[in-house]
């Protein structure tokens, strides 16, 4: 294993170092000085902007002020030239450019920096406990470290995801995400592993199964022996949790194992990444499939793991057909190539708040997105 990065800085005259800590990946910052109570939110923007990270040694509490007041800074919009106002970009430019965006501001704003102890505690006034939080995220603890605040406050609030969960209509359950791993809060795609015709009860393979939604509800559904697989091992634990809070255990066995298991079955459900872009963090691997890999390796494999009559479901949105990322033939070119056939096309509307956000800068292909479980078999 590669050692884990060191963050240096003076403090006291002294130098002094820590073991650095960040989920998105990102590099220890060069430049350190030391924060505290009396430093101002624009002389903190301005550190920030320079690539210089604050060390904070002040009130837990004024830190997170500081934060917000940083995140409003960062989000004022700076004039543009009248010429720049009137250009016409493409959807994939558009989208290219919120990504960006999105990416300096987080690295802005993961300048200010926090202290832990080996156990996870925080040596600041009025500091939470976020022990649990942390050992969620990162494990048992090992040693002292620092991190930044924004990224505290992301462990935080996926602690409270994981321990209210997320309501699942169609099975009248909660499902309840870790760390890391993709949340079930867009529910039209569930309804439709709900509804869609079942080839078969027997046996069904649920590959990238994430928190385990989908097996559950094929269980739910009478399906007797399901296999969940995936190779990160926080969605791994996650759906292993899901599955026995839900009594589900004795039809589901979740495995570790990229795509598909060994062996064929009649159903074989996919809900891979929907938008083909690189991932700019590991807990994006979710969300971002890097050239396709995970849409095309289901597929091109897909033939190969059914059973005579068997059924593919893929679930998967248009959205990146409405960014410009992926075209509508060059989907059902893949899906060609891998001997397959589309036997129907299940479509499904999203009702989720960002369609009806007309500032997000993606409104227009959010407004005009259709999911889709598209129910293909070998040709």
Known sequence: ????????????????????????????????????????????????CEGTAILWRGDFQNA???????????????????ARDA?????????????????????????????????????????????????????????????????????IGAHEWRKKGVAIPVLGERIHPHYGVFAPIRGEYLKLVATAPLPAATLAFDIGTGTGVLAAILARRGVKRIVATDQDPRALACAQENLARLGLLGQVAVVQQDLFPPGRAPLVVCNPPWVPASPSSPIEHAIFDHESRMLQGFLTGLADHLEPAGEGWLILSDLAEHLGLRSRPEL???????????????????????????????????????????RLAAA
Not at 91 to 120: N, W
């Open 1 to 48: 294993m590669a050692e884990q990065p060191t963050i240096n800085w003076t403090e006291a005259g002294e130098e002094r170092s820590a073991a650095w800590q960040s989920e998105a990946g990102l590099a220890p910052p060069r430049r350190v000085v030391i924060g505290d109570d009396t430093l101002t939110a624009d002389a903190a923007y301005r550190l920030a």
């Open 64 to 82: 997170r002020q500081l934060l917000q007041a940083m995140a409003r800074r960062v989000e004022r919009k700076p004039r543009k030239s009248a």
């Open 87 to 155: 250009t016409v970009v493409s959807p994939a430019e558009a989208f290219h450019r919120h990504r960006l965006a999105q990416s300096q501001r987080a690295r802005t704003l993961a300048m200010l920096l926090l202290p832990f102890d080996a156990d996870y505690g925080l040596p600041l006034r009025r500091a939470p406990d976020v022990r649990q939080a942390c050992s969620e995220a990162y494990g048992p603890g090992k040693h002292a470290f620092v991190a930044s605040l924004r990224e505290l406050l992301g462990l």
């Open 332 to 374: 059902l070119a893949m899906i060609a190539a891998a001997g397959l056939t589309v036997m129907e096309r299940l479509d499904i509307r999203p009702d989720h708040p960002k369609v009806g956000d007309k500032s997000d800068p993606l409104h227009a292909a959010r407004a005009a997105e259709t999911t889709s479980l598209w």
